[in-house]
């Protein structure tokens, strides 16, 4: 995910500074948490319907201090949360 969306930014010109490792994972993360508590969607606006706290843009800071989550550290590299744990599938 990371190569493509540094290839993607690249592509339109767009300053690859702007990419940050934390927020990226972490929504990876809370997407798949969503997908799994929820009945397979007949489409991604379904998904969406079923799921709408995902469209809240402020929802990592349930997560995260703003401190940290804005941090050059969490733009760099993931970083864990230091509010409440997201919900792993891999766990």
Excluded: C, G
């Excluded at 940050?20 to 994972?25: A, D, F, K, P, S």
């Excluded at 969607?41 to 995260?64: K, P, Q």
């Amino acid at each position: 995910m990371r190569n493509d969306l540094l290839a993607f930014l690249e592509r339109h010109r767009i300053d690859v500074a702007k990419y940050h490792e934390t927020l990226t994972r972490s929504w990876i993360l809370a997407v798949r948490h969503f997908m799994d508590r929820t009945p397979a969607a007949s489409s991604a606006d379904a998904f969406i319907a079923a799921n709408s706290e995902l469209l809240d843009r402020r929802i990592m800071l349930t997560h995260y201090s703003a401190s940290l989550l804005f941090s050059p550290e969490a733009r760099a590299q993931f970083v864990e949360p230091d509010q409440e744990a997201i919900s792993r599938h891999d766990r």
